[in-house]
C-alpha cells in the first residue's frame, strides 16, 4: 500500500497556499443541488473526501461537470423525488449526511445512506433528527442503515440545540430554507464553515441572518436559483501548516488564509514562544528555539478546534515542560498517542486529557494513522524527528489534504509517496 516516507530533521520555510475548504465545500455540494438551475463553484479542494460527495450526488442524477481543478458546475434539476441515496460513495463520508437536509428541504423527502467517516467517537445524529422533526418531516432509521425523512410540508419552528453541532446546524439550515414561515435556530455553531454554507445559500437566493452566532434566524422562501460562489481557505489545514513550521523550528508563510479564522491557534503559538505575523490573507509562523509548554482544550468556534488536537499535541510533545490537552468534542480522539510514544514522546492519558512531558526530540518510527486530523500530526512529528518514518494508511489524510507531501516538499521537507521497498531504499539513499 502507498505510504510516506520521512527523513526529518529539516525546518520548513517557504510560502504554501492553502486549498477551499473541505468542510464548508461538503455542505455547499450537498446545498447545490437544491435549486434547479445551475450554480458554479470555485475554490473547491481536491481531496478524495470531495470527489466522493461529488460522484454521490452524481450518482443521484445531479449534473456535475468539471471546469478545472478547482471549480465545478452542477446542475441538479434530474435528481428525482423519493429516490434512496445510497452508494459507495454516500456511505464513505461523514458529509454526506448533509444529502439529508438538502433533499428534504428541496423535496420534503429524503432517504439517505447513514455517513460514515472518521472513526473519533460515537459521532450521532439525534441533533439532525430532532431539528427535522421541529420542522414537521418524519423521520425514521430503516435498515439496512437508511435515514428517512418526508413531510406534507415543512413549517419554520423554534429549534434549540441540545450540543453545539457543525453538522447538524448546517444540516437545519438546508432543511428549513424553503419551509414556510421563520426558523430559529439556538446554540447554533459559530465555525465558519457553518457562516460559508449560509453565505452560499443565500446567494442562492435563501434568506438566512446571524450565522456566525448562536441564532441562526431563517425565513422561507419558495425556491432557490443558480449561483456563482467561491469557497473560504480552509482553517484547519493552514493549521496544520502552522504547528508544522513551529515544530520544525521553520519559517513559514501561509497564504490564502482569514487570519481571523485562525485567532486561537496563533494566541497559542504566540503563548508558546512562536512570532505570527498577520497580514490580509497571510500569515507566517517564525519559530527559532524549544518552545514552550502550556494547556489547551478543545471547544466550539471560536475555541481551539478538536480538528486541530493531535497536531497541537505533536508540538508540546517537543516543548519545554508539562502541558495538558483536554479533547471535550469526541471522545476517541487521541488514538495517535501510541504512535507518537513510538518516535519518544512522553504522554499519558488519562480519559479525555492528554499529559505531555514534552522530549527534547523524536526519533523516526513506523507510523499508522488513526484518522485524518492525526494522520497529519503524525506526518508533522515525523518531519520534526531524527531519523527516517514511515507513516502509513495515508488514505485517511488524502481524505482532507491536497496535494499534502508536494506542498511540503515545497517548504524543504523530505517525503515522498512509496509503495515498494525499492522505492523506499531509493528514497534513503537520495536524501542521505
Ligand atoms: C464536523 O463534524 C466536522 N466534519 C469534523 O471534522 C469536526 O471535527 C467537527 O465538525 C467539530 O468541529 C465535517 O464537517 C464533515 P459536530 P460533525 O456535529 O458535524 C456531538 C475533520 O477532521 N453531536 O459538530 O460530525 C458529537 O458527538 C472532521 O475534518 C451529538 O451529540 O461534528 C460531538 O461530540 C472530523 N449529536 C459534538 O456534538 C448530534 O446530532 C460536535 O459534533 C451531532 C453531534
Redesign the pocket.
Known sequence: MDHYIVKGGNSLSGEVEIAGA??AA??ILAASVMTNETVTIENIPDVS?IRAILKAIQMIGAHVEKVDRHCYRINGSMISRGSAVDNDYVRK???SYYLIGALLGKHRCASVALPG??N???????????GFRALGADVSLVSPGMVVAEAEVLRGSHIYM???????T?NIMMASVMAVGQTIIENA?K?P?VVDVANFLNSMGANIKGAGTDTIRIRGVERLHGTNYSIIPDQ?EAGTFMFAAAATRGDVTIRNVIPKHLESLSAKLKEIGCQIHESDDELRVVATRRLGATNVKTL??PGF???MQPQIAVLLGLSRGVSIVTES???NRFKYVDELIKMGAHVTVEGNTAIIDGVEKYTGARLSSP???AGAALVTAALAAEGFSEVHEIHYIER?YEDFPEKLRRLGAEIEIIETEEEKRKFMFRVG
Not at 473519533?120 to 430532532?130: F, N, T, W
Not at 441540545?162 to 447538524?168: E, P, R, W, Y
Open positions: 473541505k468542510n461538503l455542505g473526501d463520508i461523514r458529509g467517516g472518521c473519533i467517537g460515537l459521532r450521532p445524529i439525534d441533533q439532525h433528527i430532532k441540545d450540543v453545539v453541532s457543525v453538522g447538524a448546517i455553531a465555525e464553515h484547519i466550539p468556534y478546534p478538536t480538528d468534542i469526541f471522545e484518522d485524518l486530523r482532507g
